[in-house]
């Protein structure tokens, strides 16, 4: 079985990219051959991982969506002979990548939905009525994600997943990383893992970690991740000094999480935010917007929080969350994780399950 996965977004640490990346090897154990492809160019680290997993990286130089870009897809899935296309989105755009998978040829054609919304919501609308003509298999990180592309149409959760041995709580590591990052062991730290984008808010969080701090004057922001926005949050939370700690991206979040105390997800909207099974899996109490899906609170770790409560509200919700002792809280939630279905040997399954139903 061949298999073509197409991103519609930029090719890094995102949770699209990692949801096939993370899959690469259960799905060459099961005898499947998997390539990447992408309108963007892909992230120089990442690249090297690809490929070293044994997937190629094909880089569709055109605009998408474009008919140039339709037609450099099609051309690769046609020379390739791909059994099934798999692409990655969040809204009806991915008609462009279905329609070059059947003019190359391709009967299985599999629109994922990653998201709860889009930001070109006209264009979403009128492309609409083409793209439910064009896939033969839907597929979804979760319920909200698969209703709002999909509506009533059936599609199939495949869930985010994690290594769920890898995000354990590792006292050593939390030691090591805030003697690192010249954090007392006293001092509160508020944690939060994403890319510096529109829809994470980071805005509204460093409001609240603003307010916070009025209640805890010792207390740190530690914002892991990067992003186009990353140099705005920057300047914003520049008359907090030393308060609010920058990592750029790291390849060890895991390390970081378990130097943190608790968690926010402020984000105007998420399709399953994968951080939060990570958080939970570090046995770290977390508050998220009430805008984003209650599929990934699989523990009693997870509060939400309407983002209309304000800045003073947040933080005070922060300071009275529950924050059990970290190894049996992350053991539990491992535990969770495992039996749902999100451990990450699990969710390869799955994916091996769906292809072999569609084809």
Wanted: proline share 6%.
């Amino acid at each position: 079985m061949r298999v073509l996965h197409v991103f519609t977004v930029p090719v890094t640490r995102n949770g699209i990219t990692m949801f096939a990346l993370q899959r690469l090897p259960g799905l060459r154990a099961a005898g499947v051959e998997a390539d990447f492809a992408s309108p963007n160019t892909v992230e120089a680290g990442l690249l090297a991982q690809i490929e070293q997993a044994g997937a190629r990286v094909f880089v569709v130089p055109q605009k998408r969506p474009s008919l140039s870009y339709v037609r450099a897809l099609a051309a690769i899935v046609r020379r390739e002979k791909y059994d099934i296309v798999h692409a990655h989105g969040n809204s009806s755009s991915l008609f462009f990548e279905m329609l070059a998978a059947s003019l190359g040829g391709c009967r299985a054609r599999v629109a994922h939905s990653h998201n709860t919304t889009c930001n070109h919501l006209r264009q979403d609308k009128y492309l609409r009525p083409l793209f439910y003509r064009s896939y033969t298999a839907a597929a979804a990180c979760g319920r909200d994600a698969g209703k709002w592309l999909f509506g009533s149409r059936p599609f199939t959760v495949l869930p985010n997943a994690v290594d769920v041995g890898r995000f354990q709580y590792d006292p050593a590591a939390r030691a090591r990383v805030r003697a690192a990052l010249g954090i007392g062991e006293d001092e509160l730290v508020l944690g939060h893992v994403g890319r510096f984008n529109g829809q994470k808010n980071h805005r509204f969080l460093l409001e609240v970690f603003r307010a916070l701090l009025e209640s805890e004057p010792r207390a740190r922001l530690l914002l892991v991740g990067d992003g186009y926005l990353e140099n705005d949050v920057r300047a914003q939370a520049a008359p907090l000094g030393n308060r609010v700690l920058f990592t750029g991206a790291v390849p060890d979040p895991q390390n970081y999480l378990s130097a943190m105390d608790v968690m926010a997800l402020p984000s105007l909207f998420e399709g399953f935010p994968t951080v939060l099974l990570e958080w939970q899996c570090a046995g770290l109490p977390a508050l998220v917007s009430a805008r984003v899906t209650d599929e990934a609170a699989l523990t009693p770790l997870v509060r939400y929080l309407p983002l209309e409560a304000g800045a003073p509200a947040w933080a005070r919700a922060l300071l009275e969350l529950p924050r059990p002792e970290r190894p049996e809280a992350s053991a539990q939630a491992a535990r969770a994780l495992q039996a749902g279905g999100y451990a990450l040997e699990d969710a390869a399954d799955a994916l091996m399950r769906f292809y072999r139903q569609i084809i």
